[in-house]
C-alpha cells in the first residue's frame, strides 16, 4: 500500500513539473463538478444513509467529495495532458529567439 501511495505521489508530482498551473486547474474543476453534483443529487432527493445525513447538503456532498479524491486524482492525471494539448494549440507558436531582439550579452 506504501509503495502503491510512494507511486501516484511521484506520478502527482511529475504531473504539476510538467504541466503546472493546467494540473492545478483541471483538478479544481473537476472537484467542482464533483460537488456541484452531490449538490444538486442531494437536493434532488438522493437519501444519504449515514452519518453525513445529518451534516446537512453541503456537508455531505463534502464527504462524497472526499469520498471520490482517489478517482478525481486518477481522471486528473489522465485529463490534464489532454486539456493542456487544447489550450496550448489555441496559443501562438513561440520561437526560440527573436529577431527582432538585441542579443545582450
Do not use: C, H
Request: charged share 15%; no cysteine.
Amino acid at each position: 500500500m506504501r509503495k502503491m501511495w510512494t507511486e501516484a505521489r511521484g506520478r502527482w508530482e511529475r504531473l504539476l513539473a510538467e504541466f503546472g498551473t493546467i494540473a492545478l486547474v483541471t483538478y479544481l474543476a473537476i472537484a467542482l463538478v464533483v460537488f456541484v453534483g452531490f449538490v444538486i443529487a442531494i437536493r434532488m432527493g438522493f437519501q444519504v444513509e449515514s452519518t453525513a445525513a445529518s451534516a446537512g447538503t453541503f456537508g455531505a456532498a463534502w464527504i462524497g467529495l472526499k469520498l471520490t479524491q482517489p478517482i478525481r486524482i486518477g481522471a486528473t492525471v489522465g485529463l490534464t495532458p489532454v486539456v493542456a494539448w487544447v489550450v496550448r494549440r489555441g496559443q501562438p507558436a513561440q520561437l526560440e529567439s527573436d529577431p527582432e531582439t538585441p542579443n545582450e550579452g
